[in-house]
């Protein structure tokens, strides 16, 4: 964002829905840094963990969005370890790794396709086999990706197909925009 003050405010109101939700999410834990929200899941089993996961992220985002706020999300599963370190005044220790951690946070910078506004995806390297009948919204776009997609914003998988339209087009809208804004201003 380019406005400090409207960067302060997101970040705010971020900070603020991670922390009213992961007061109430079944078995997920969490804590924020700057624009990130670190996310994890101990207990249950594989799928339990991604459900929970998928719940509590589907509510961040529907929050943050409620303030016309959008997120990118990107899970991982694996390793992650997060300790606190030798403290004294004025310095905290806290550091974060692990290949889960790595792997999200690299999936959500730079990996392919870009992640755009809006959009949530489990990256599928190290994850156990899941059986996805067991998740609405959760799909495979392409057997050969290295992600599945969780759709958190619709009701039912019947409604993807319309989603994805509607959001290509908002593209297209993004650069004809851009394009006319450009024309006008060229004598």
């Keep these: 964002m380019k406005n400090d003050t409207t960067a302060l405010e997101s970040i705010k109101h971020f900070y603020e829905s991670g922390y009213d939700i992961l007061q109430t999410a079944e078995s997920v834990e969490g804590f924020f840094v700057s624009d990130c929200g670190i996310l994890f899941a101990r207990n249950g089993s594989v799928e339990e963990k991604l ?27 694996g390793h992650f370890n997060y300790q606190g370190k030798i403290e004294f005044q004025g ?18 910078e730079t990996g392919k396709p870009k992640l755009q506004p809006g959009q949530c995806r489990i990256c ?19 057997p050969n990706s290295k992600h599945y997609s969780f759709y958190w914003n619709v009701n039912s998988e019947e409604e993807i197909a319309n989603f994805e339209r509607k959001y290509k087009n908002s593209y297209s809208l993004k650069y004809s925009g851009m394009l006319n804004a450009l024309k006008s201003q060229t004598r």
């Design 91 to 108: 310095i905290e220790k806290n550091p974060i790794y692990g290949g889960a951690y790595v792997r999200a946070f690299l999936d959500n």
């Design 51 to 77: 459900r929970n996961m998928l719940d509590a992220v589907e509510r961040i985002n529907k929050r943050m969005l409620s303030e016309n706020y959008m997120l990118t999300t990107s899970i991982a599963y």
């Design 124 to 142: 599928k390297e190290d994850l156990p086999t899941i059986d996805l009948n067991k998740f609405e919204r959760l799909i495979e776009k392409n």
